[in-house]
């Protein structure tokens, strides 16, 4: 069973976006292969279904490229990690830890909850893995958007 992050996404299909928005929002298929180490044409595959979800946008032989509400996605996705790794490091963990350790859970946690500790913290635009932005977010739809 593959595993949601809420936003009906697959952990691996929100590190697509998350590459691709810190690779300046397009790239190429093959850098997406080489980078997770995966066949190219299981990269289409994907690319299609996020095309689908209209987080993508992708025509035959051209970069791939982030949709507005991609964007927005990956930015929350980057956040939200931002956020979590954050406060681990600040409960005692290294940075290096604190980031490996998001990575393992992050996808389960509700824009709800970032939202809060992201309240309570005043709102940091810095976290340990680089700058927090305050945007919108990701509204794909899903319930807990």
């Known amino acids: 069973m593959k595993e949601e992050n809420g936003h009906g996404l697959s952990a691996r299909k929100v590190q697509y976006l998350k590459f ?4 300046g929002g397009q790239v190429k298929t093959g ?5 997770f180490c995966v066949d190219v044409s299981t990269i289409s595959k994907t690319i299609n279904e996020l095309t689908e979800k209209g987080l993508l946008s992708h025509a035959p032989y051209r970069k ?14 980057i956040k939200r990690h931002r956020i979590l790794s954050l406060v681990l490091a600040r409960y005692g963990l290294s940075e290096e830890q604190a980031c490996n350790e998001v990575s393992r859970f992050e996808s389960l946690v509700s824009r709800e909850a970032i939202d809060t500790m992201c309240r309570a913290m005043g709102h940091p635009h810095m976290g340990i893995c680089g700058e927090i932005t305050h945007d919108k977010g990701c509204m794909t739809g899903q319930a807990g958007s």
């Not at 850098?31 to 980078?35: D, G, I, K, V």
């Open 20 to 23: 691709i928005h810190e690779h």
């Open 31 to 35: 850098e997406l292969a080489t980078h």
């Open 64 to 77: 791939i490229a982030l949709s507005r509400q991609g964007k927005e996605c990956a930015e929350f996705f």
